[in-house]
């Protein structure tokens, strides 16, 4: 059985690059705004940029202080010897609660990073999804964002 093209699949390489993609070589204060908004000021961008570093440096140090948990708790489930069924299930709950925790740390330092590495590119406030502009009142509320608030709820209804 051959796969059958659907309209727009072939076109899609030769389509040209939305006019928001354009502006990711822009320099900091030239970032992508929504229609209607303000462009970013110098001093809008460099607080988002210390936001977004005193974030790095934060979830930093809470991943080191829950893998340091972790070990504790690692290094003590050994030591079950007198527990009863309750005492170990408390164990094992403390010990997914607190690898959870890290796992997530983890998750919010990599989109972190992966905002600041935008923000020198110039990049920062493009969907991924479409290429247009975020918004910068989203941007400011959520310095994570990395979709529009139209692709974002399209991502959400598929979950």
Do not use: H
């Amino acid at each position: 059985m051959v796969a059958k093209k659907t309209p727009g699949t072939a076109t899609a390489a030769k389509t040209p690059v939305p006019k928001a993609r354009l502006a990711a070589a822009a320099g900091p204060g030239e970032l992508a705004v929504r229609p209607g908004e303000d462009p970013w000021t110098p001093q809008e961008v460099e607080e988002a940029r210390t936001e977004l570093q005193a974030d790095a440096e934060r979830l930093s140090e809470e991943i080191t202080s829950t893998e340091r948990a972790l070990a504790g708790l690692m290094r003590d489930s050994g030591d079950g010897a007198g527990d009863d069924q309750a005492d170990t299930g408390t164990k094992n709950i403390t010990r997914e609660s607190e690898m959870a925790l890290a796992a997530n740390a983890r998750e919010m330092l990599i989109q972190t990073e992966r905002a600041l590495g935008k923000l020198d590119a110039g990049t920062y406030g493009l969907c991924e999804n479409c290429g247009n502009p975020i918004g910068k009142a989203r941007m400011q509320a959520f310095p994570r964002a990395t979709l529009c608030v139209e692709c974002k709820q399209k991502q959400e209804r598929r979950y």
